[in-house]
């Protein structure tokens, strides 16, 4: 039994771990765990107050995946709805399909009788507000921040994008905003493996931006008979490496774990990038061996995990694997 999880994942351990002490499923531990970080108002990287995109929308996208039978659900730029893991987890068990975009995705959850919400908090619109102030060479970011707070309907996040300008604000990718998302692998007592990924994508990112967290295969892979992986970072790194999968591959093809993962992090060397970029992983064996990498050599980056066997969960500093050689 185990889970394992980017950092903001922690606060919901308790709940994941008595899931899994009662017996229930790796695929409920980590919905359960994800959906507590959606609702943290404090976390402005997933769910209810993540920052929004560039007219000041929120967009989420989650994707969670069975290991048992390697089925997958995922959703993509959802607006107003709190729980894009529930979502995804409903796209996997109810629909012949793996994922739902924006509207879609949106009507599927109405009909699933989810509430809408507005997820644009005040705090994640003042940072918002504030962050705008630091790209003075777009000047045109005013005017939609200046929209975004007395546009009832875009402050609402309504389901249009319908500005004319967005097309200018492709240029801002110079600038590498704030990010982050929640992750969460699970082993249950019966040894199947889940993993999800949830994210409210990068800050301020284009209007309708995917990144890697609902992209099976780039942000999130299961295989019971492996093991599983899940990202955060520098999305569009792990949709060109396929990172997730990759690790899962390499453990497939007999590597360990720790060689598996440091394999899948060197790939990402190979691929230009426009920022300072950070990729981050978390990921397990089919025996439970769990291991945290980042790119980022200036900070301590960690990951949490606990076994049946601790009371409490455990921080642990992820291995470094530089882009530069
Ligand atoms: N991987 C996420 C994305 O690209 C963001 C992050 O984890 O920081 O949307």
Known sequence: MLLVASTNAELGFATGMEILRAGGSALDAVEAVIRLVESNPEDHSVG???LPNILGQVELDASIMDGKTRAAGAVCA?????H???IARQVMERLPHVMLAGAG?????RELGMKKKNLLTDAARAIYE???SDYPRYNILRELVSRATHDPEIAASNDEYGDESSGRLSKTNDHSPPHGTTNVIAIDLRGNLASGVSTSGWAWKYPGRVGDSPIIGAGN???NRYGACACTGYGEMAMRAN?????VLYLKMGMTLQRAAREAMQDL????VPFPPGMNLVAVDANGKHVGFTTETDRVVEYVFQTEKMKMPRKKKRSIVPLER
Do not use: M, Q, W
């Open 84 to 86: 894009p893991i529930s």
């Open 269 to 272: 060397r190979a691929l230009t």
């Open 105 to 109: 995705a949106e009507r599927f959850a």
């Open 221 to 223: 892979y299961c295989d």
């Open 78 to 82: 959802v607006k107003n709805f709190e």
């Open 48 to 50: 209810y107050s993540g």
């Open 243 to 247: 990172t997730a999968h990759s690790v």
């Open 130 to 132: 504030n962050k705008v």
